[in-house]
């Protein structure tokens, strides 16, 4: 599973031997900042965080963010984009993998994957769920909102061969409600994680909770 591992502290130099700094390489202070800014997601009331701070805990100055990022907006869209390429390239592994006669499997799959990715990257959670994103450019909202509809719709795809098979008089309906249930189900496992401050897990019971509901 994939997860974003966070930045740690550099250690502290001693007064006999100082650690030289190391120039980083290209593109490694930008995921420095990224995983700093993860990290400083799964702290407690870290809904919203400045420029300043995380400035601070990286030990250099906001002008120096600003050369890697116009914006803390793109900072929160380099999360995203982890999101969503980490969740979508698992989503087609998921869905090259077997054939429509197992959908159910498949949708749970899906399902399972999301939440322990959740579980296993809290900072982002935050971000997933939207409370990192209150105070932020309403394009970041939408845009979870976005990837939610549309494991949603891989959801729907899933699981319609399955109503059809059930001999289901209305395949669409039943298909549309099962795929926003566990969506549903996805959305409300990790807003739980997060409000409790990441003690609840989105994945508690989930086998039992997928087999009363596929």
């Known amino acids: 599973m994939t997860e974003f591992t966070p930045a740690t502290d550099a250690p502290a130099s001693t007064d006999d031997a100082p650690a030289a700094r190391r120039r980083p390489r290209p593109g490694e202070r930008r995921e420095q900042i990224l995983q700093t800014l993860a990290a400083m997601l799964e702290q407690p009331g870290a809904e919203r965080i400045t420029t300043a701070a995380l400035a601070a805990r990286l030990q250099v100055s906001e002008a120096a963010l600003y050369r890697h990022f116009a914006s803390k907006a793109q900072m929160f869209e380099g999360l995203i984009d982890f999101i969503e390429q980490s969740v979508f390239t698992l989503v087609q592994q998921i869905m090259e993998r077997g054939g429509e006669s197992e959908g159910a499997q498949r949708a749970a799959r899906i399902t399972a994957m999301v939440l322990q990715f959740g579980e296993r990257n809290p900072g982002m959670v935050r971000v997933m769920v939207g409370d990192a994103l209150v105070f932020e450019n309403e394009r970041l909202q939408q845009r979870m909102n976005l990837f939610f509809d ?28 099962r795929a926003a249930a566990l969506s549903d189900l996805i959305r409300g496992r990790l807003q739980r994680y997060a409000r409790t401050g990441f003690r609840r897990m989105p994945t508690e019971h989930l086998d039992a909770t997928l087999a009363l509901w596929l």
Do not use: F, I, M, N
Request: a neutral charge.
């Open 150 to 177: 549309k494991v949603e719709a891989t959801l729907r795809q899933c699981l319609r061969p399955v109503a059809d098979a059930d001999g289901s008089a209305t395949p669409t309906v039943q298909t549309q409600v």
